[in-house]
């Protein structure tokens, strides 16, 4: 009896879910709500700060009011502020008009700089990294609340972040930092250093990936433009082109309250998204020595521009012109097809079998039921081909386990049973 409540919850599990996301009439692009809910303080996690104080993270979360739709993409909104003030309130007025065009919007808080000692610069750069791994931790956060009977409604294959200043460069690096990347080795030292490129901000959720499908950049920077490479998520981008503070193209050194980095802005991320022939829409504010002015003193000006060009992009994004061959569009990208794992049910070994079309970093892991990492199979740099791996799982008890596939930007999960 104990076996067959496994197959029948196995085969539950593994029904086809239908997650298209269908417009309804200018959804999306215009503001067809007109109020919204706000659920405030949600913890999303924890973590220890750069000033060693533990520090409980929240986000808020914006729904439109009366929405009767099942399945809603996901937008994770971060606050600027130079990663040493600001606040979650500081988007409000964001959250809102995406909200009122359909959107669940997360409106996260993150670890700030809070140590005494200034000038350090790679206290600064360690900072950027732990408030990375928080957007992580809210994108896996919200994924496995849908995991768990999807309170919010919310599409888990149509994930965006979202920032402005500090989240910009937060959003951006959620989007295209992975472990494939030639990341400087004292960056490396500092990722590794707080639990890796996800982080232990949100221990539970690492059964879930904080891939994004898109990326909203308002004036944020890359540690380094060659991060955007076979990684195919589109970005919208916006900036000042004399930007003080975030500078605007390439090989930039900035200086933040004595902190001085190096950083590459909007317009070079641009640059290498055209050569990657990544989907991206850059809006220059022209002559501009302002940071962020689309929102701030040129808001009258350019503020309408900039949301409705964003709402056009993320609607693009998620309803691409049909006449374009999808296989077209990911040519050369790194990805993984048709991963299978035989026998399933199993006892005690299983083989799991994938195909990548290019070679690239993959890591697959097995996790519980209840999103418990017990096994790290592969973590390395595979070539292009069919590869297999065998999951020996005579130390496991029985029950429904998954695995996780990601490559690239590509993660794919699929679920078995161990059957003893």
């Known amino acids: 009896m104990k076996y067959l409540q496994l197959i029948i919850l196995f085969l539950f599990m593994n029904l086809p879910i239908i997650s298209q996301i269908f417009p309804d009439g200018n959804r999306y692009l215009d503001e067809v709500f007109d109020s919204v809910d706000v659920v405030e303080n949600i913890v999303y996690g924890s973590n220890i700060s750069i000033g060693d104080n533990n520090i409980q993270l929240l986000m808020d979360i914006w729904q439109p009011a009366n929405d009767t739709t099942s399945l809603r993409p996901l937008i994770v909104v971060a606050h600027g502020g130079a990663f040493v003030q600001g606040q979650p309130s500081d988007m409000d007025e964001l959250c809102e008009t995406f909200a009122k065009r359909g959107y669940v919007v997360s409106n996260i808080s993150y670890r700030l700089y809070d140590k005494a000692v200034v000038g350090d610069s790679l206290l600064y750069y360690e900072s950027i990294m732990m408030a990375v791994q928080d957007m992580r931790a809210a994108i896996r956060f919200m994924k496995h609340s849908a995991y768990l009977g999807n309170l919010y409604k919310i599409d888990t294959n149509t994930v965006f972040a979202c920032g402005a200043s500090a989240g910009a460069v937060m959003s951006v690096h959620a989007g295209y930092l992975d472990p494939g990347d030639d990341v400087p080795d ?235």
């Open 186 to 420: 004292y960056i490396l030292t500092l990722i590794n250093k707080n639990g890796g490129f996800e982080g232990t901000s949100s221990d539970s959720t690492l059964m879930h990936s904080s891939q994004v499908q898109g990326i909203l950049n308002y004036s944020g920077a890359l540690l380094r433009d060659e991060f955007v490479d076979n990684n195919f998520v589109p970005i919208y981008s916006a900036h000042d082109d004399n930007d003080p503070i975030v500078k605007y193209g390439a090989g930039s050194q900035a200086t933040v309250l004595g902190f001085t980095i190096h950083i590459e802005g909007s317009y070079a991320i641009h640059q290498h998204a055209e050569l990657n022939g990544i989907p991206n829409q850059l809006f220059t504010v022209e002559n501009s020595f302002g940071h962020v002015s689309y929102f701030e003193s040129n808001y009258d000006l350019y503020a309408d521009s900039v949301i409705n060009e964003s709402a056009q992009f993320l609607y693009n994004v998620m309803f691409p012109d049909t006449d374009v061959d999808s296989d077209e569009i990911r040519e050369g990208v790194n990805e993984f097809m048709l991963a299978q794992n035989y026998p399933n049910p199993f006892n005690p070994v299983t083989t799991i079998s994938f195909n990548l079309h290019k070679e690239g970093f993959t890591r697959l892991e097995v996790f519980s039921s209840i999103g418990e990492r017990v096994e790290v199979i592969t973590n390395e740099f595979l070539s292009a081909g069919t590869h297999t791996f065998n999951f020996n799982a005579a130390n496991f008890a029985s029950g429904v386990y998954f695995y996780r596939l990601t490559s690239g930007s590509f993660v794919e999960a699929k679920k078995m049973i161990l059957m003893k």
